[in-house]
């Protein structure tokens, strides 16, 4: 009879290895909190009894994945970040093509971006070919509330898990259009589940509008924007662009669907 320190590694009932199911979950609720939390925490929000979480995260502290702080908490590793450099230089691959549609059928610059943590990291870009354009660097992180992927991308979150979210990283103002409320932020979330879209209006930089749209069934959470100079960037021309960036958010999810069954 196999004892009870064996059973992390039997099968699950979906035919994969229990305990690579169960680091990989526990990865992700660190991620949700924030990267840092006790084992206490974890065990209270997975229902795994604290011996199998201390087991899995000694683990993950040997191969680097995570850490153990000073005080005894666990942190999110170093080597995770070469793995999500990666992974979202393959996402970006992936979404070029639909981004150029994009450019094609809006004439603005177009974006992807992912939650990553806290932050909003750009991943991909097309760039419009007007001469007056906006440019992103992709890799640039920002912080969600200032953002019409920022808002896209937390649309999706429960509101206790967005003000967690603000009360961790503050609400610092990049223009005096930018929302520094978790209510007034909470309140744009709203708009953008009944509207089906988000609106940067002015909000990173002025003069500057963008419009955001999640991508639907995404492996992780992502968003896709275009943006471009508020003159051009009208609410008339919103009628027109929301349409195309929603069509192109669901041929991206059927790409990266695609991808990931490959």
């Known amino acids: 009879m196999p004892t009870s320190s064996a059973t992390d590694s039997t099968k699950s009932a979906g035919g994969g290895v229990q305990s690579l199911e169960r680091a990989f979950d526990l990865l992700e609720r660190m991620a949700d909190a924030g990267g840092e939390v006790g084992l206490s925490e974890l065990s209270a929000s997975s229902g795994l009894p604290l011996p199998t979480i201390h087991r899995l995260m000694r683990t993950l ?22 793995l999500g450099e990666s992974a979202s230089r393959l996402l970006g691959t992936w979404a070029r093509p639909c981004l150029a549609r994009l450019v094609d059928e809006t004439g603005e610059t177009a974006n ?18 007007h001469s ?14 200032s953002t019409g992927v920022g808002k896209a991308l937390l649309a999706g979150f429960p509101d206790d898990q967005v ?54 069934d ?12 508020a ?11 929301v349409p195309v960036l929603q069509q192109v958010a669901g041929a991206l999810s059927e790409v990266l669907a695609a991808r990931s069954d490959a």
């Open 61 to 82: 502290v040997a191969c680097g994945y995570v850490r153990q702080q000073p005080t005894r908490r666990y942190a999110l590793g170093p080597r995770l970040i070469r």
């Open 163 to 216: 003000r967690a979210l603000l009360a961790r990283t503050g609400m610092p103002a990049a223009t005096e259009k930018t929302i520094t409320t978790p209510e007034g932020f909470l309140a744009a979330l709203a708009e953008v589940r009944r509207s089906g879209y988000a609106i940067d209006d002015n909000e990173q930089e002025i003069g500057v509008r963008c419009l955001a749209v999640p991508v639907p």
């Open 132 to 145: 007056m354009r906006m440019f992103t660097e992709v890799g640039r992180r920002v912080l969600p509330h």
């Open 112 to 129: 992807m971006a992912l939650l990553d943590g806290d932050e909003v990291v750009y991943v991909a870009q097309a760039p419009s070919r």
């Open 231 to 241: 003159g051009r960037v009208t609410e008339a021309a919103t009628e027109r662009m």
């Open 218 to 229: 995404s492996p992780t959470p992502a968003a896709i924007s275009i943006s471009g100079p």
